[in-house]
């Protein structure tokens, strides 16, 4: 059974750090991209960040380029994501996937994730 759990989400304020992970069992998690979304209320599902397998390709939203890292550790079958310069738009449920099909590269769309995580809030006051 594949669980992909959140974890590391909270409260903080303005110009602050957060720092993701999502733990992934029940898969051979190297051989998968990772990604993270968001949703904030009332808003469509957003792409925030992937990486590649083996963590040497990544991709970003224009929205979080030069803020956030997304980083994996595959003995741990974790990836993360650090969020730094956080801003009260940052606020969303943040949600780890799993690519589960061999692409040649690092997908932002939703639809190309196969697993989810149940999410974790960040929310970030002004």
């Known amino acids: 059974q594949v669980q992909l759990v959140e974890s590391g989400g909270g409260l903080v304020q303005a110009g602050g750090s957060l720092r993701l992970s999502c733990a992934v069992s029940g898969l051979t998690f190297r051989m998968y991209a990772m990604a993270w979304f968001r949703q904030a209320p009332g808003k469509e599902r957003e792409f925030v960040s992937a990486?590649?397998?083996?963590?040497?390709?990544?991709r970003y939203a224009d929205s979080v380029k030069g803020r956030f890292t997304i980083s994996r550790d595959n003995a741990k079958n974790t990836v993360y994501l650090q969020m730094n310069i956080l801003k009260p738009e940052d606020t969303a449920a943040y949600y780890c996937a799993a690519d589960l099909r061999p692409r040649g590269y690092t997908s932002g769309n939703g639809d190309d994730y196969d697993r989810w995580g149940q999410g974790t809030q960040v929310t970030v006051s002004s």
């Open positions: 990486v590649s397998r083996d963590g040497g390709s990544t």
